[in-house]
Structures are given as structure tokens and as C-alpha cells.
């Protein structure tokens, strides 16, 4: 079965040190992959997605991504968290099939960056 | 550009009542997504539309659930009758149709059914 797993719920990281929010998923052929932060009360925003190319994708806020075919992984990274980062996190997946781009979300880790 | 559009941005209802959810996709986006989020279930697919046609309805919970797409611009997600199980914050995203690309969702509908 296809899925994505966010291994843990909340993450605690000082102001300024460095920050991972994990994703490893399980789906068939060569996905595409998403992360997205969802702050309180607001929709979900994108971050960024791997799509084909250069492992480690760049995208909103300072974050980046390495993606690991081997390990079916997807960590989000920032090298120097903000507390502006404190919010809830979401990794999906894109089966690449059919041309349809449904996405399986993972069930999301809670940031939290502390002063 | 505005981004997608959702109306109302809270609602609150009665056990039974009709309850109508809507939303404006990003202009020129071809593939319209409902979703549902709760604490106990996470974010889950209700529907999926391409060029105004449903093409994934598996994540409908029951009959009381429907969504149409009139046109391009415009989607609904109606309940009927209304249940406090049904209380939960109701995204709509958009998105270009292939798989690659990006969906964008819209702040979403809170909905309390008491």
C-alpha cells in the first residue's frame, strides 16, 4: 500500500540550531514529493518538491530537502531554526501514475522552536 | 492573484441542517481537491475533480456528502443532513493537472455541527 510516515509528532529545537522533520514514504515507480506548513488556523502553504534532478531541493523560508531513493526518504531541513518556523508540517507524495496528481500526506509533525 | 477562495470561512449549524461549502479555484487550474482535516483522522481526500468532472469520490464518507463543479471557476461540497461527526476545518486545493505539479489550498472552511 501506498503511504507516507512522519515518524515523529513534534519536533522541539531551540532558536537557532539547526532543524530535521523526518518523511520516509512507501509508493511504487519514482514519486514526486511535497512539503508543506500549515500554521494555526490557516491552509495548507507550500514549501517545496522534488521532482527529478539534484537531491537536495531549495525552496520557501530557508528550508531544503534531501531526497533519498535508497532510503525512501525525504527530510525537511533548515540549517538555523526561526520560532516563526513553530508550526505543523506535512510531507506528501504524488504516485507518478496516470498523470493524476493525488497526494498522499503524511500525518504530520508539530514544530516547535523555542527562544 | 487571489489565490483559491473559500466561503464561508467558519460556519456553525445545527444537527440536521443543510450545510453548502464553497470554492474558487486559481484561475487557468484544471484539478479541484476537497479535503478534510480532524485531529483524530488528519487530512484526508474527499474528492477529486479534473476539468469540472469527478474523477475520485472513494473519500466520500457517505451519501450525506456531495460535491459539483459547475463551471471552471466554481465547486460545492454540500452535507445533508448534517452530523456533529461532520465537524472538522474543509479545504478546497488547486492545482495543473499533472502529477508533478503543485497544489495550492485555500484557507479553509471551519465547520461546528452541534
Known amino acids: 500500500a501506498q503511504s507516507v510516515a512522519q515518524p515523529e509528532d513534534q519536533v522541539n529545537v531551540a532558536e537557532g540550531n539547526p532543524l530535521t522533520v523526518k518523511c520516509t514514504y512507501s509508493?511504487?515507480?519514482?514519486?514526486?514529493l511535497f512539503w508543506y506548513v500549515q500554521y494555526p488556523n490557516r491552509g495548507l502553504q507550500f514549501l517545496l518538491k522534488?521532482?527529478?534532478?539534484?537531491?537536495l531541493v531549495k525552496g520557501s523560508y530557508g528550508f531544503e530537502a534531501e531526497f533519498n531513493k535508497s532510503q525512501t526518504s525525504f527530510h525537511l531541513k533548515k540549517p538555523s531554526a526561526l520560532v516563526s518556523d513553530s508550526a505543523l508540517y506535512f510531507c506528501?507524495?504524488?504516485?507518478?501514475?496516470?498523470?493524476?496528481?493525488?497526494?498522499?500526506f503524511g500525518a504530520g509533525t508539530r514544530l516547535a522552536v523555542h527562544p | 492573484d487571489a489565490g483559491v477562495i473559500q466561503s464561508p470561512r467558519h460556519e456553525v449549524t445545527e444537527m440536521g441542517q443543510e450545510v453548502t461549502l464553497r470554492c474558487k479555484p486559481i484561475?487557468?487550474?484544471?484539478?479541484l481537491f476537497w479535503y478534510r482535516q480532524t485531529m483524530m483522522r488528519g487530512l484526508e481526500l474527499l474528492i477529486y475533480?479534473?476539468?469540472?468532472?469527478?474523477?475520485?469520490d472513494s473519500g466520500m464518507p457517505e451519501d450525506r456528502f456531495s460535491a459539483k463543479m459547475p463551471n471552471a471557476s466554481f465547486s460545492t461540497l454540500k452535507i445533508q443532513p448534517s452530523e456533529p461527526r461532520d465537524s472538522a476545518v474543509y479545504f478546497c486545493?488547486?492545482?495543473?493537472?499533472?502529477?508533478?505539479?503543485?497544489?495550492?489550498f485555500g484557507p479553509g472552511t471551519r465547520l461546528l455541527v452541534l
Open positions: 486545493a488547486s492545482s495543473l493537472v499533472l502529477a508533478e505539479e503543485t497544489q495550492y
Open positions: 522534488y521532482i527529478t534532478g539534484d537531491n
Open positions: 509508493v511504487s515507480g519514482n514519486p514526486y
Open positions: 475533480f479534473n476539468n469540472n468532472v469527478p474523477i475520485d
Open positions: 484561475s487557468g487550474h484544471n484539478s
Open positions: 506528501a507524495v504524488s504516485p507518478f501514475f496516470g498523470g493524476y496528481n493525488k497526494l498522499i
